[in-house]
């Protein structure tokens, strides 16, 4: 098992803030607190629900992921993930400037085989201020974390060395297509929090992170605004074969993509099994 909770925070460089303000608030439907929080020019905060911030975007060169934040439940359960992170070898550092910044009590870092920043924390921020969707949009995150991320990698068994075995996360099911298997983990009863696959012309990199919506109406709300102001679509709307959430795929102004779905499945450990599909969607997601 593994100490991590659900997926805290991303963060993501862009070269136009204005853009991804934009992006963030009109199409996804977060809330834009980087005023409130203080952020400062360089920076973009956005508010999914009750937490201070979920989205951090920072002036940059876009590409993957700045860093990817996991959650923890406590100070007890950080040190156990140090422990655990420093007898397998894995270089950590517990960060008090990170973890002021991350506006959290306690935070951790460290690289996966990739390279990719990994946070870990615990004592994110409640604001007394209630989370306002200019959108009206509401979100399912709470004790499901924040959506997932997704991401191509360099070495497939490494990837799963390091957060299966090291981590503890736990492998949902697999996706085999076109000689290339997906692998979908999770550390709460979301059906995955991470998944990534092999794939060394795009490795390594943020292929997209998901936001689930608690209506579908607020999914082709969201694919109208789409459309209307001419964002890059990049699969259509259908239904996964595993996790069975319906959604659809757009780039963001980072360079990766968001897959902004509804009626994502539930894992319950005690009766799960794993399987191997043949394919990604039931229907739809075809690539434009």
């Known amino acids: 098992m593994t100490e991590v909770v659900g997926l805290g925070y991303v963060g993501l460089n862009a070269t136009d803030l204005d853009a991804w303000r934009t992006y963030g608030t009109e199409i996804l439907g977060l809330q834009d607190v980087s005023v409130v929080e203080e952020a400062g020019e360089e920076t973009v905060l956005l508010r999914a629900d009750e937490r201070g911030w979920r989205f951090a975007i920072h002036r940059g060169e876009s590409g993957g992921a700045a860093y990817v934040g996991w959650e923890v439940a406590d100070r007890r359960a950080l040190d156990a993930l140090e422990a655990r992170l420093a007898a397998a070898g894995i270089v950590v550092e517990e960060d008090d400037s990170c973890a002021a910044a991350r506006r959290v009590e306690g935070l951790l870092r460290c690289t996966d085989p990739d390279g990719h920043r990994l946070e870990f924390f615990y004592g994110a921020r409640v604001p007394k201020h209630p989370f306002l969707s200019p959108r009206g949009v509401r979100f399912v995150t709470g004790d499901l974390g924040l959506g997932h991320v997704f991401f191509f990698v360099t070495d497939l068994a490494a990837a799963k060395r390091f957060y299966i075995d090291v981590l503890g996360f736990r492998l949902s099911d697999t996706i085999e297509f076109h000689g290339r298997k997906v692998h979908f983990l999770h550390v709460n009863p ?3 929090s991470l998944a990534f696959v092999e794939n060394e012309k795009l490795a390594p990199a943020l ?7 608690h209506d579908i109406d607020d999914v082709g709300r969201a694919l109208d605004e789409v459309h209307a102001r001419d964002v890059t679509l990049t699969e259509t709307l ?5 996790d069975l959430a319906i959604s659809f795929f757009m780039k963001n102004p980072s360079g990766s993509e968001v897959e902004y ?3 994502g499945r539930l894992v319950d450990d005690a009766t799960w099994r794993v399987s191997n599909y043949d394919a990604t969607s039931l229907w739809g997601h075809h690539r434009d």
């Open 190 to 192: 979301r059906h995955h």
């Open 261 to 263: 779905g509804y009626d």
């Open 238 to 242: 259908g239904r996964h074969t595993n």
């Open 207 to 213: 292929g997209h992170f998901m936001l689930e919506v």
